[in-house]
């Protein structure tokens, strides 16, 4: 017998898999899938007039109110540039980190989170090194959470700045996004896609506008599952074949810290995928390269790449600021339109 | 000791082959008498229930249940766990011994045992296989078992070493205990000190959490079978805590072909949901083994409609809220099962996958008693306990986990459908349980 199918005879009906437990705070961004594309195009459009706005006006759009940024993992640009969106908005901000708050002594994320609620904080920013940690922060704060990141689940602020990048280089004045906009656009995903939220929140992302997303890595690091992900998803272990398709290549550190014990040759890796100049003239010689950072600069890429004309790395930590004001915004405006469903 | 009089239920006793309206009369503990309706002599001073329109069926037995005491009682203790046994239609439970201390000596099996515990029911320990549960160090069984323990088992881990099972196989052999794996190759699961904590599928890929793949179980499962057959002592039993995935069903099919004592159990969750249960990260729906695909969930199905699986077991795993209200990951492992299993097999396996009432109940009753060696129990055959589930089977009811009698109510089966109400549980001639209604 067939142990993975179900006989005909019998008609078995089994409980259906039931939808999202609770409703969210209509300013949370947990995942990338949670946005509708007119949702995106939104954000997208109010990025770009914050970025362009008088910052003394701009900094009266949030005047005053609280913004809580709490990290359990080390960040440079996301950290950063949260921060500077909030206040760029006249929000006040405070950080709680992991190892200089009671964290340290054991509080948990719900008491962490409950207490910056009572300290006034009308949005948290998460950034948490265990995935779904931003759908617990939600359900017990009933505050909006804006995801910055949840182990190796989504950063879907990163997918927005990626998005926003790909666009200026690809598709220049759009204002509206389609399921069209992105047509014909490959992008490749390269490296350690298994402990990458920001591989998950573009996969998810990427192929609702259009694009066709390929997944580039060893098979330690892109189990061959994850071209179940989703639509529009595929994996392609080839680099330079997948280059040769490519408008966007985007390259990811490999995470040492998630590793878990798995041994990877680096030498091995270097060779089969690292980004370096020959390669990149030779198979995407017009793609963009992106990199959400940070950079381990001979690993994933060469200096050469990282510093190129095709690399639009540091754009993307520009872009970040603008579209984490257009996010902490919405954080706050949607809150003062009446909250939770 | 009193009387009780159960009069004009439809009694099934499927291993002693009854199923028609008859009296039952239990007496000093032990069934005295059953006759066709209205022929039972009036006992001087006997409690008469009225079962008219209801079920009378051997009790419930649970052969897979943590009690978490000793050392846990925040969690459950043996007196609330049992409690929310009884209103689940359970007279018997087999406690599993992964508590504080591990109950891996005849003084913690007494101490389960004692009256002081507070038990409605009959408990029925299983002792851990090795000292402390590690995997090392063989317990001395036939101590064990003349402090009361029905099995052993290191329930929550393996027992992983090839040599240690097969040892551990054949000293519980000798003294006539079944051995229960829980089957997890541990060196699949849990990898540079990181624990999966869910099934490894596109589910757990998408939602980013590592994954516990099915040859964990599988391979273990298969090792174990090995072992067995390897024994020349046909007395050697394995049995297979909560199987969860197909080709460990599989393995347990071949091996019962081949001759062998080999018998596994299956626990609601895994034959009712799939790993898409886990949604958006609920650890109500977090426990070891994971939910599974669901062409493994439908496999569990099959194999309980056909009689491969010997068992419904919970698993009932009670956990303090605090402990749920976390990162999936830092979650413990499992959820409570005692209340629902009853309603949940009658709902799904009965009524909507048209098992046959008998059956449902041999799952829940008689198998589990034979497979541990339960005498006098699954059945309400005369002279057995009296260990009685009087239920109505045609009420339908919503589970509602925060008025469970458990300590705790972590369950993914909160505002489910059952079928089937509990209205007594009777356990060795006294009432455990009573419902409102």
Redesign the interface.
């Known amino acids: 017998m067939n142990?993975?199918?179900?006989?005909a005879r019998?008609q078995?009906?089994?409980?259906p898999?039931?939808a999202?437990?609770f409703p969210y705070h209509p300013g949370s961004l947990l995942s990338a899938q949670d946005l509708t594309l007119d949702c995106v195009s939104h954000i997208l459009a109010r990025a770009t007039v914050l970025e362009s706005q008088d910052p003394l006006a701009r900094c009266r759009i949030l005047a005053k109110r609280r913004v809580a940024l709490l990290f359990y993992e080390s960040s440079t640009r996301t950290r950063t540039s949260f921060e500077l969106a909030a206040k760029g908005l006249g929000a006040d901000t405070t950080l709680v980190s992991s190892l200089s708050s009671s964290i340290e002594k054991g509080e948990?994320?719900?008491d962490t989170g409950l207490t910056l609620r009572a300290l006034g904080a009308e949005a948290i920013i998460l950034r948490?090194n265990?995935?779904?940690?931003a759908?617990?922060l939600e359900s017990?704060t009933r505050l909006p959470v804006l995801n910055a990141g949840?182990?190796?689940?989504?950063h879907p602020t990163q997918a927005l700045l990626d998005l926003r990048t790909m666009l200026a280089h690809l598709r220049p004045g759009t204002e509206t996004l389609t399921p069209e906009t992105l047509a014909g656009v490959t992008v490749t995903i390269v490296g350690d896609i298994?402990h990458s939220?920001v591989a998950?929140s573009n996969m998810v992302l990427l192929p609702r506008l259009g694009a066709r997303v390929l997944l580039c890595g060893p098979k330690e690091l892109l189990?061959e599952?994850?071209a179940?992900?989703?639509p529009g998803i595929a994996v392609e272990r080839d680099f330079n074949a997948a280059l040769h398709q490519s408008q966007a290549v985007m390259m990811l550190r490999i995470q040492a810290e998630r590793?878990?014990?798995?041994q990877l040759d680096l030498e091995e890796y270097k060779a089969n995928y690292q980004l370096h100049g020959p390669r990149l003239a030779a198979h995407a010689p017009t793609a963009i390269v992106l990199h959400p950072g940070p950079i381990i600069r001979g690993l994933e890429v060469t200096a050469g790449v990282a510093d190129g004309p095709q690399s639009v790395i540091l754009e993307q930590v520009r872009n970040g600021v603008a579209i984490r004001m257009a996010v902490v915004e919405r954080a706050l405006t949607a809150s003062q339109q009446g909250g939770r469903a | 000791m009193t009387a009780l009089v159960i009069r004009g239920g439809h009694l099934i006793d499927p291993a002693a082959g009854i199923d028609s309206l008859k009296d039952v009369l239990l007496k000093d503990g032990r069934v005295a008498e059953i006759a066709a309706p209205g022929k039972l002599k009036p006992a001087d001073g006997a409690e008469v229930l009225d079962a008219t329109g209801l079920t009378v069926a051997p009790g419930l037995i649970d052969m897979h249940v943590h009690l978490r005491e000793p050392g846990q009682g925040y969690k459950e203790t043996i007196a609330t766990g049992t409690a929310a046994a009884a209103a689940g239609g359970f007279t018997s439970a087999a406690a599993m011994p992964n508590t504080a201390p591990v109950n891996d000596s005849p003084e913690v099996t007494r101490w389960m045992l004692a009256p002081e515990r507070g038990a409605v029911i009959r408990v029925f320990p299983i002792a851990a296989a090795t000292r402390g549960s590690k995997g090392e160090t063989i317990n001395d069984f036939a101590a064990l078992k003349s402090a009361g323990a029905v099995a052993v088992s290191d329930d929550g881990l393996p027992i992983l070493k090839d040599s240690v099972m097969r040892e551990t196989l054949a000293a519980a052999a000798r003294v006539g205990l079944s051995v229960i794996q829980h089957a997890e190759d541990t060196r699949l699961t849990q990898?540079?000190?990181?624990n999966a904590s869910m099934n490894l599928?596109?589910t757990s890929?998408?939602?980013?959490?590592?994954g516990w793949p099915n040859e964990a179980e599988s391979g273990i499962v298969e090792r174990d079978i090995r072992l067995v057959s390897e024994l020349r002592d046909a007395r050697a039993h394995l049995h297979v805590a909560h199987t969860s995935t197909?080709?460990a069903?599989?393995a347990v099919r071949q091996a019962r072909r081949n001759g062998l004592r080999v018998t596994c159990e299956v626990a609601p969750h895994h034959f009712?949901?799939?790993d898409?249960?886990v949604?958006?990260?609920?650890t109500n729906a977090k426990m070891c083994p994971p939910l599974r695909a669901?062409?493994d969930?439908?496999?569990m199905?099959?194999a309980i409609?056909d009689g491969v699986v010997d068992a419904i077991a919970t698993d009932h795993a009670p956990h303090a809220v605090?402990e749920k209200?976390?990162?999936?990951?830092?979650a413990p492992n499992g959820i409570t099962g005692l209340e629902t299993a009853f309603g949940l097999c009658l709902h799904?396996l009965h009524k909507?996958?048209k098992m046959p009432l008998g059956r449902v109940l041999s799952l829940l009753s008689a198998q589990p008693a034979a497979l541990l060696n339960l005498k006098g129990r699954g059945t309400l055959a005369v002279g057995s306990f009296a260990d009685v589930v009087i239920f109505d089977p045609r009420a339908e009811w919503t589970y509602n986990a925060r008025q469970t009698k458990s300590k705790s109510r972590n369950t993914p089966f909160d505002g489910?459908k059952m079928q089937g109400k509990v209205r007594w549980t009777i356990s060795e001639g006294r009432i455990a349980y009573k419902s409102e209604v």
């Open positions: 142990p993975t199918a179900t006989p019998r078995l009906h089994p409980p898999v039931p999202s437990p948990t994320l719900k948490h265990s995935s779904g940690a759908w617990l017990e949840d182990g190796m689940h989504e298994l939220r998950r189990p599952l994850a179940q992900a989703g590793l878990a014990g798995q | 990898v540079g000190g990181k599928g596109p890929f998408r939602l980013g959490l590592r197909a080709a069903l599989n009712l949901l799939t898409e249960h949604g958006f990260y609920d669901a062409a969930r439908d496999a199905i099959e409609l605090h209200e976390v990162e999936f990951e830092n799904w909507e996958w489910w």
